[in-house]
């Protein structure tokens, strides 16, 4: 990590995880099904294509979150057990996200139906290799979760509903 200031610029080792938020459009009720958007189509557009094409390629979920009800935000909540760690024997590498190249094809073999689905959303939503990588990965955990050795079409299929800013065409 960088950080410029105006005198100087330092260089830090880091790995993390960022979790970022935004509202849907300038007002923030676009696409809620209790309140009207005061905005026009392309004020939306607008809004949305603030953010770069290059940024959101580095961020592998991209999720639309509607509002929480007050029980389930006042409920108890439960975690996913992990899975046996596939990657003891690679230093530095702890999750299905810090996979390189080489991890993702010993780890994300995905079916003939998966990587049909793969081809067809690579084209149709003209994805960079970046974000083909980062499906795979995000396929290789919700394959986890489900208890799956290789990526069925309803892994990557659902990883691909990850990529919603992808599939809008912002940036």
Same mark, same amino acid.
């Given at each position: ?9 330092? *260089? ?45 390629d580095r961020i592998d979920l991209h999720l639309e979150v509607p509002a929480v009800k007050y029980r389930a935000l006042a ?30 094809r010993a780890h994300c073999r995905v079916s003939d139906g998966a990587d049909a689905l793969l081809k067809t959303a690579i084209?149709?939503?003209?994805? *960079? ?43």
């Amino acid at each position: 990590m960088t950080i410029a200031r105006a005198a100087m610029s330092l *260089s830090y080792p880091a790995r993390f995880m960022l979790a970022a938020a935004m509202n849907p459009c300038p007002c923030g009720w676009f696409g809620d099904p209790h309140h009207a958007c005061a905005c026009a189509p392309m004020g939306v557009q607008r809004y949305l294509a603030r953010v770069s094409g290059p940024l959101l390629d580095r961020i592998d979920l991209h999720l639309e979150v509607p509002a929480v009800k007050y029980r389930a935000l006042a409920g108890e909540g439960g975690g996913e057990p992990s899975a046996a760690d596939r990657f003891a024997h690679r230093p530095g590498v702890y999750a299905n996200a810090h996979m390189a190249p080489r991890d993702i094809r010993a780890h994300c073999r995905v079916s003939d139906g998966a990587d049909a689905l793969l081809k067809t959303a690579i084209t149709r939503l003209g994805l *960079s290799a970046r974000a083909y990588h980062r499906i795979l990965k995000i396929a290789r955990t919700i394959a986890d979760l489900d208890g799956a050795a290789g990526l069925e079409p309803k892994h990557v299929s659902e990883a691909i509903q990850y990529r919603s800013l992808d599939r809008r065409g912002v940036g």
